[in-house]
T-cell receptor, first 117, second 111 residues
Framework: GAVVSQHPSWVICKSGTSVKIECRSL??????MFWYRQFPKQSLMLMAT?????????EQGVEKDKFLINHASLTLSTLTVTSAHPEDSSFYIC?????????????FGPGTRLTVT | GESVGLHLPTLSVQEGDNSIINCAYS??????FIWYKQESGKGPQFIID?????DKRQGQRVTVLLNKTVKHLSLQIAATQPGDSAVYFC??????????FGGGTRLMVKP
């Protein structure tokens, strides 16, 4: 159980275009989903916390107008990178927390590799 | 395992040996800790967790030790196998808030 999927697994886009990444919890309902980005040989950096039905909370330094997050249901959150630039190229990972559980564990998706040319 | 610049610290061990990966955490209020394993091009995979009211927890071939006095966490892997080769991250959280990840340590297992 506790499977989180992401789509697409990788995407190449041209500078100036927008890209949408989906994060789904497949066998549980996620009250909260998290979006991270990871540069090569670095750790995961939290971008934003997404609660179903409410606005996402962004970490300091993350532009909310550039990284649009929508958490429309308990099983789906989307991250849209708007007007992407080469410096946005990164590995984007989502995670979800199971609302039934009292623990703090997050289940991670497989990640999405974004390359902006 | 704290990162130094863009270079992950690397631990190289012989297959069959035990591995110890260390992590210094930052928040004395953190009450829950997790070790994750991340293989290349994949998302983090849960290995083992521990709450702050414990100082040791054992899983299958893995043990996590927590020393709250010096804010130190370690992951011990017994009889390390080639499939254990990956980057390992510790993560901490306080009262169910966001996870804060450590810098990561790359484990390389030599056959």
């Amino acid at each position: 159980g506790a499977v989180v999927s992401q789509h697409p697994s990788w995407v190449i886009c041209k500078s100036g275009t927008s890209v949408k990444i989906e994060c789904r919890s497949l066998d549980f309902q996620a009250t909260t989903m998290f979006w991270y980005r990871q540069f090569p040989k670095q750790s995961l950096m939290l971008m934003a916390t997404s609660n179903e039905g409410s606005k996402a909370t962004y970490e300091q330094g993350v532009e909310k107008d550039k990284f649009l997050i929508n958490h429309a249901s308990l099983t789906l959150s989307t991250l849209t990178v708007t007007s992407a630039h080469p410096e946005d190229s990164s590995f984007y990972i989502c995670s979800a927390r199971d609302r039934r559980l009292a623990n703090y564990e997050q289940y991670f998706g497989p990640g999405t590799r974004l390359t902006v040319t | 395992g704290e990162s130094v610049g863009l270079h992950l610290p690397t631990l190289s061990v012989q297959e069959g040996d035990n591995s110890i990966i260390n992590c210094a955490y930052s928040n004395s209020a953190s009450d829950y800790f997790i070790w994750y394993k991340q293989e290349s091009g994949k998302g983090p995979q849960f290995i083992i967790d521990i709450r702050s009211n414990m100082d040791k927890r054992q899983g299958q071939r893995v043990t996590v030790l927590l020393n709250k006095t010096v804010k130190h966490l370690s992951l011990q892997i017994a009889a390390t196998q080639p499939g254990d080769s990956a980057v390992y991250f510790c993560a901490e959280t306080s009262a169910g808030n966001m996870l804060t990840f450590g810098g990561g340590t790359r484990l390389m297992v030599k056959p």
